[in-house]
């Protein structure tokens, strides 16, 4: 099984950019669907983005559409969420997950490997 791990997180600007990579550690992640999610305090863990095993299928948060772009780099065995444009609503620690199935990514219940989260925080 993968270990997934985050980085990029930091302090930026509203209106700044971001990019998030989250590596596997333990395992072929090419075999694994990702996805990313975020929670702001006193809030849910909220789905933002993911994508298939081969990159081909991609699916946005309403929230986060035309601002955050999910990609897979297979040889590096990393997936990166480009974030652009964030705002002070955008901030919260930021989750990378994966799955070896190919159903229920917009749910949280759909993925079994965690990662420790990284914290985005947004001045204004």
């Known amino acids: 099984q993968v270990q997934p791990v985050e980085s990029g997180g930091g302090l930026v600007q509203a209106g700044g950019s971001l990019r998030l990579s989250c590596v596997a550690s333990?395992?072929?992640?090419?075999?694994?669907?990702v996805g990313w999610f975020r929670q702001a305090p006193g809030k849910e863990r909220e789905f933002l983005a993911a994508?298939?095993?081969?990159?081909?299928?991609?699916s946005y948060a309403d929230s986060v559409k035309g601002r955050f772009t999910i990609s897979r780099d297979n040889a590096k065995n990393t997936v990166y969420l480009q974030m652009d444009s964030l705002n002070s609503e955008d901030t919260a620690v930021y989750f990378c997950?994966?799955?070896?199935?190919?159903?229920?990514?917009?749910?949280?219940?759909?993925?079994?490997?965690w990662g420790q989260g990284t914290q985005v925080t947004v001045s204004s």
């Open positions: 994508i298939t095993t081969s990159g081909g299928i991609t």
């Open positions: 333990g395992g072929i992640f090419s075999t694994y669907a």
């Open positions: 997950a994966s799955t070896m199935g190919g159903y229920g990514l917009r749910s949280r219940n759909g993925y079994a490997y």
